[in-house]
T-cell receptor, first 113, second 113 residues
Framework: GAGVSQSPRYKVAKRGQDVALRCDPI?????LFWYQQALGQGPEFLTY????????KSGLPSDRFFAERPEGSVSTLKIQRTQQEDSAVYLC???????????FGSGTRLTVV | AQSVSQHNHHVILSEAASLELGCNYS??????LFWYVQYPGQHLQLLLK??????LVKGIKGFEAEFIKSKFSFNLRKPSVQWSDTAEYFC???????????FGTGTKLQVIP
């Protein structure tokens, strides 16, 4: 596609509910990244894929967070048993190669009530 | 570890004023540096980037940034701001050692007509 597509755009979850956030990167982009952006903060790294391989998941805040990219294209970030502190904008980015010049999606704003 | 500091959290300028946003980073090795911009209601966009070569880099919309290695700085400048420059600006760092981009906390720029 022309850009990085994320869905849903907004998600309201009750505390304890599981959620799944989808990212459709630019076609052919090898690298895919998930970031979490809390209100008033910069994006914080969560995890990184190169094709289907998850090379770095050091930023995932707890074992309730899980990400996958089974076929090396679309990725899903799953949060189990959501907590209020999970409320944030979840950003997905992709790039053709390394180096840091990412293309970002519009994000999913998650609100846990 | 790598980190990015943006000291100005909120800047208010009148149209036609000059802009300089500070960015300092911490990392001992070779880095790629970026400025991203987020206009109200829009996704993060790459404004400019420095990989190597001329330390003065020019980006879109008349922005430029200067990499000063000795000061670990990458300040963003624009000679004359416009109301349409109202946005949040993020400085970011990529290193091969960590293979991910680390963002600063952002600077909100408000330009008054």
């Amino acid at each position: 596609g022309a850009g990085v597509s994320q869905s849903p755009r907004y998600k309201v979850a009750k505390r304890g509910q599981d959620v799944a956030l989808r990212c459709d990167p630019i076609s052919g982009h090898v690298s895919l990244f998930w970031y979490q952006q809390a209100l008033g903060q910069g994006p914080e790294f969560l995890t990184y894929f190169q094709n289907e391989a998850q090379l770095d998941k050091s930023g995932l805040p707890s074992d309730r967070f899980f990400a996958e990219r089974p076929e090396g294209s679309v990725s899903t970030l799953k949060i189990q048993r959501t907590q209020q502190e999970d409320s944030a904008v979840y950003l997905c980015a992709s790039s053709l190669s390394g180096g840091g010049g990412y293309t970002f999606g519009s994000g999913t704003r998650l609100t846990v009530v | 570890a790598q980190s990015v500091s943006q000291h100005n959290h909120h800047v208010i300028l009148s149209e036609a004023a000059s802009l300089e946003l500070g960015c300092n980073y911490s990392y001992g090795g070779t880095v790629n540096l970026f400025w991203y911009v987020q206009y109200p209601g829009q996704h993060l966009q790459l404004l400019l980037k420095y990989f190597s070569g001329d330390p003065l880099v020019k980006g879109i919309k008349g922005f430029e940034a200067e990499f000063i290695k000795s000061k670990f700085s990458f300040n963003l400048r624009k000679p004359s701001v416009q109301w349409s420059d109202t946005a949040e600006y993020f400085c970011a760092l990529y290193s091969g050692g960590y293979q991910k981009v680390t963002f600063g906390t952002g600077t909100k720029l408000q330009v008054i007509p």
